[in-house]
């Protein structure tokens, strides 16, 4: 499957593979179905609740890409599409990311014409407005600058709410909802629900007042359309705990109330046993600047058996790596629990989760349920491997690595290095080692987190190359950890760089952990040229001339690692972050900097989902779920908006 499907602005469209699904039996697959189902009928829902406009600009911008009659090759038609793609990947008018209003890219003048060449006949106008107004009103916010400008807004000197263009909220402002929620707060007992998490917040009569997303309230024509595919999907479940959870989820769907979302959660969080696991609800508060809205999103998964099974491997050993480790004896422990990880595969995407996506899920967000009964946290296999394959065909490889060996060998095991080199570092490596007693991780302040990304990450490295992972059958050869080590020091002393600004140093603490390590293996190995720069074609690379000494040095680095934290020595922390983590090379950096433009690469990347279609025979008795991956972006988007466009133009 070729997981590029195109690219255009600043974004490019990729598409996933879901393996394993047709070896599912029957039941899983109709599970599945029905919950992708049920997890496209809330596209609407977001888009509303990203801007009020959203739904009609959508309506309008799909009539003219299927009815204008002027020139479709010209110019500006092309710069019209590219607006639509962006509009279709943000849903809506503002940056996915940036949050900010995407320009219309084409003169204003030239949407009066493709509105007087497109048919209208079967669009509906929202009440109480005539077509002109209805247009002039959808010109002036695609086009004036000083209106809707930003779908949330951080900067503290403004209100907050009034300075946001989501719609969350309606007329009121940041107090009077500050003051609105924190009041329910300190009414509420020890376990709160997630007060607002599922409502607009607004004025009535000049009385706040909340509009609650639920089967007779607002959303509830899309929200009907999920309970009956949930409702579906329950026939099918695996065991009764995944019954009872979708039983919680339609209740809440249907009333609104947000204790039985909290029990919904409780029973997710519980269930453990059943492969197919779906996320389905307001959940994430990013699109809300007080952190109190839920946006609509969805996921449906299934647990990838293979990728399982490597982390299920490590777990099991965690003992043998332990005792191995080359810490001292002092700071090891005795007694080691592995994490059990659980690796899936997504089958859909949709709502806040498409077509820009997580790579990993760590749910719920309600913070008494995690601790008092844990949460799941998953990583996604299918799209991090996607990305990996994007990744290799890029060009970052061909111009960032030292030899057409290294590419190969990047290209061959960089994939199996790179999920063994998380699994260590996820399932072992932040559980090893222990600290002395009476003394308190702290101490390391704001070092903490770098100095232990840097511990997990070197356990991870010094591992990855030890013979045992051939006997644990994890790696084929060693070929596996020197592609781990190559891709590792390429990044941490050329690539990562690409991702800071000219003239600023490094800030977040996995990218200050990885250059610390790889700074520091450097100069250790220095002496010995373990580790060089190499320059041809006036371009820097990196180059490992011996991997055995190399491991050695990870080794060293971890041992001094682990006695930092276990000691919490503040001032050795301190001093190792600044001296190799924080700081950049400036003249290699801004080489760096302008190898990487030119490569023009998308900085971000979307997923299109597979098509699933339901075979029945006789009788509408379903038979099979086949999947199809041959649908490109743009039907995609239009075949969603006829399908699953449940809401009107103006909720
Ligand atoms: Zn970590």
């Given at each position: 499957m070729d997981v590029f499907a195109e690219k255009f602005a600043d974004l490019k469209i990729l598409r996933y593979d879901v393996p394993g699904f047709e070896n599912l039996d029957l039941r899983k697959k109709l599970y599945i179905y029905y919950l992708s189902q049920a997890a496209l009928c809330g596209r609407d829902i977001l888009w509303d609740q990203n801007n009020r406009y959203n739904l009609s600009i959508r309506s309008v911008l799909e009539t003219i890409w299927k009815t204008y009659k002027g020139n479709r090759e010209s110019e500006e038609f092309k710069?019209?599409?590219?607006?639509?793609?962006?509009?279709?990947?943000?849903?809506?008018?503002?940056?996915?990311?940036?949050?900010?209003?995407?320009?219309?890219?084409?003169?204003?003048?030239?949407?009066?014409?493709?509105?007087?060449?497109?048919?209208?006949?079967?669009?509906?106008?929202?009440?109480?407005?005539?077509?002109?107004?209805?247009?002039?009103?959808?010109?002036?916010v695609i086009f004036n600058p000083e209106i809707e400008i930003k779908r949330v807004n951080l900067e503290p000197d403004k209100d907050l709410i009034e300075s946001s263009s989501n719609n969350y909220y309606q007329d009121v402002s940041q107090d009077e909802a500050e003051i609105f929620y924190a009041h329910l707060k300190t009414s509420a007992g020890k376990e709160p629900t997630s007060f607002g998490l599922n409502s607009t917040l607004l004025k009535e009569n000049g009385k706040l007042t909340e509009k609650v997303w639920k089967l007779d309230g607002k959303y509830g024509k899309a929200i009907e359309q999920i309970i009956f595919w949930l409702t579906k999907a329950k026939d099918f479940?695996?065991?009764?705990?995944?019954?009872?959870?979708?039983?919680?989820?339609?209740?809440?769907?249907?009333?609104?109330?947000?204790?039985?979302?909290?029990?919904?959660?409780?029973?997710?969080?519980?269930?453990?046993?059943?492969?197919?696991?779906?996320?389905?609800?307001?959940?994430?508060?990013?699109?809300?600047?007080?952190?109190?809205?839920?946006?609509?999103?969805?996921?449906?998964?299934?647990?990838?058996?293979?990728?399982?099974?490597?982390?299920?491997?490590?777990?099991?050993?965690?003992?043998?790596?332990e005792d191995h480790s080359p810490v001292a004896s002092e700071f090891k422990k005795a007694e080691v629990k592995g994490v059990s990880a659980k690796v899936i595969n997504v089958a859909i995407l949709a709502g806040d989760c498409y077509p820009a996506t997580p790579i990993g899920i760590n749910l719920p967000n309600s913070e008494w349920i995690r601790e008092r009964y844990g949460s799941k946290s998953v990583t996604i296999e299918n799209i991090t491997q996607a990305y990996f394959l994007d990744s290799v065909n890029s060009g970052m490889l061909e111009e960032f690595a030292g030899s057409t060996e290294e590419i190969e060998r990047a290209k061959t095991y960089g994939y199996l290095a790179g999920n063994l080199h998380t699994d260590l570092h996820e399932c072992l490596g932040h559980g090893s080692g222990k600290v002395r007693e009476g003394?308190?991780?702290?101490?390391?302040?704001?070092?903490?987190?770098?100095?232990?990304?840097?511990?997990?990450?070197?356990?991870?490295?010094?591992?990855?190359?030890?013979?045992?992972?051939?006997?644990?059958?994890?790696?084929?050869?060693?070929?596996?950890?020197?592609?781990?080590?190559?891709?590792?020091?390429?990044?941490?002393?050329?690539?990562?760089?690409?991702?800071?600004?000219?003239?600023?140093?490094?800030?977040?603490?996995?990218?200050?952990?990885?250059?610390?390590?790889?700074?520091?293996?450097?100069?250790?190995?220095?002496?010995?040229?373990?580790?060089?720069?190499?320059?041809?074609?006036?371009?820097?690379?990196?180059?490992?001339?011996?991997?055995?000494?190399?491991?050695?040095?990870?080794?060293?680095?971890?041992?001094?690692?682990?006695?930092?934290?276990?000691?919490?020595?503040?001032?050795?922390?301190?001093?190792?972050?600044?001296?190799?983590?924080?700081?950049?090379?400036?003249?290699?950096?801004?080489?760096?900097?302008?190898?990487?433009?030119?490569?023009?690469?998308?900085?971000?990347?979307?997923?299109?989902?597979?098509?699933?279609?339901?075979?029945?025979?006789?009788?509408?008795?379903?038979?099979?779920?086949?999947?199809?991956?041959?649908?490109?972006?743009?039907?995609?988007?239009?075949?969603?908006?006829?399908?699953?466009?449940?809401?009107?133009?103006?909720?």
């Open positions: 710069l019209f599409v590219i607006y639509l793609k962006r509009v279709w990947f943000s849903n809506g008018i503002h940056h996915h990311y940036s949050t900010g209003k995407l320009p219309g890219g084409f003169p204003e003048t030239y949407f009066d014409e493709l509105v007087l060449l497109s048919d209208w006949s079967d669009f509906t106008i929202p009440s109480g407005k005539s077509f002109e107004m209805f247009i002039s009103e959808i010109r002036n479940a695996e065991n009764e705990l995944q019954k009872k959870t979708i039983h919680h989820l339609v209740e809440y769907y249907k009333t609104g109330d947000l204790a039985l979302f909290d029990q919904y959660s409780i029973d997710w969080v519980k269930e453990q046993e059943g492969e197919v696991d779906f996320v389905n609800g307001f959940i994430e508060m990013y699109g809300d600047p007080l952190g109190i809205k839920g946006s609509w999103e969805s996921i449906v998964n299934f647990k990838d058996r293979e990728a399982t099974k490597r982390a299920t491997i490590l777990s099991e050993n965690a003992q043998w790596f003394v308190n991780t702290d101490n390391l302040k704001n070092y903490y987190s770098t100095i232990e990304e840097t511990r997990a990450d070197l356990f991870a490295l010094f591992f990855i190359m030890d013979v045992q992972m051939i006997k644990l059958g994890l790696v084929p050869c060693f070929d596996a950890a020197k592609a781990g080590y190559d891709s590792y020091l390429r990044n941490g002393l050329i690539t990562q760089l690409t991702r800071i600004e000219s003239g600023q140093n490094i800030e977040e603490s996995h990218m200050r952990n990885r250059q610390l390590i790889s700074r520091w293996v450097y100069e250790a190995g220095k002496a010995k040229n373990v580790v060089e720069f190499v320059r041809s074609d006036e371009k820097t690379f990196v180059r490992i001339n011996d991997y055995q000494e190399l491991r050695n040095l990870f080794g060293q680095l971890l041992k001094e690692i682990q006695r930092i934290k276990s000691e919490g020595d503040f001032e050795a922390a301190k001093s190792l972050v600044e001296k190799f983590g924080v700081k950049v090379d400036s003249t290699l950096h801004n080489e760096v900097l302008t190898r990487f433009k030119k490569l023009d690469l998308a900085p971000y990347a979307g997923f299109l989902n597979p098509v699933y279609e339901l075979k029945t025979w006789p009788c509408g008795t379903p038979i099979d779920v086949l999947i199809r991956y041959d649908e490109d972006y743009t039907s995609q988007m239009l075949r969603y908006s006829r399908d699953f466009g449940f809401l009107p133009l103006v909720n």
